[in-house]
C-alpha cells in the first residue's frame, strides 16, 4: 500500500475546508470587504487590500 503524499493531504485537508464554510457568510463578508475598499479612497492601494483583506476574514469570523 502507498503512503500518502503530502499533495494528497493538501488536497483532502482543502476539501475538507471548502465542506465547511459556509457560503452565505463567506458572501456577505467578501462584500463587506469590497465596500470597505471602495469606501477608503485616501488610503493607498495596498493598505486598502490588505485592511479589506482583514475586513474579509474578520466580518466571516464575526458571521
Not at 21 to 45: K, Q, W
Amino acid at each position: 500500500m502507498a503512503e500518502p503524499s503530502t499533495a494528497g493531504v493538501v488536497v483532502a485537508g482543502a476539501i475538507g475546508a471548502g465542506l465547511m464554510i459556509n457560503g452565505e457568510a463567506a458572501i456577505g463578508a467578501l462584500c463587506g470587504g469590497c465596500v470597505y475598499f471602495i469606501a477608503n479612497a485616501e488610503l493607498s492601494i495596498p493598505s486598502r487590500i490588505a485592511l479589506s483583506l482583514v475586513s474579509v476574514v474578520m466580518g466571516y469570523m464575526a458571521a
